[in-house]
């Protein structure tokens, strides 16, 4: 009985996964008939946010799953997570061509999921000789979104080239 509920519940979810893909298919040709003239992101600004809010869902969801993972850590992490969910969509609907929105946007998409996934995948022994440095890391990602939250806040607009500059070469 389980196997029957379970196998009924893994075909509804390709089958909606296969009716999104055509959906998004037959959505992509509208696209394109839309100007041209400016670079446009891949997807909309709703789309995207909502990209990163999925990454960092599912980084909690990492962190949490992980019994070995330092406490103190998830809280870093959940700190650096809090002050991206709130300065990223300011950023896009105030500065959605600036490289320091679009940095911001890499650092909640990717990179900190990365970082942390990278020191999840060591082994015990190596995570303990590497947590200095990852905790540095991760204080440093902290940083750089309360930064970018005072620039914001501030309308510090002379900044954002500076600190995009700062994080293309950091972080990328």
Known sequence: MTTIIAAAFIIAVIGFGIMMKNRAKKAAPEDSTSSSSAPRSETSPDLEYKAILDSLLKLNLLMRKDIDFPEEMVSEVEAVIDDLTVIIPSMMERYPGEALTYEIKKIGREHLYKTVKEYLDL?????????????????????????SRDIVEKNETAEFKTMANFLAGKFS
């Open 123 to 147: 082994s015990l022994e190596s995570r303990k000789n590497q947590f200095d440095i990852f905790k540095k890391t991760i204080e440093n990602l902290h940083d750089v979104s309360n930064r």
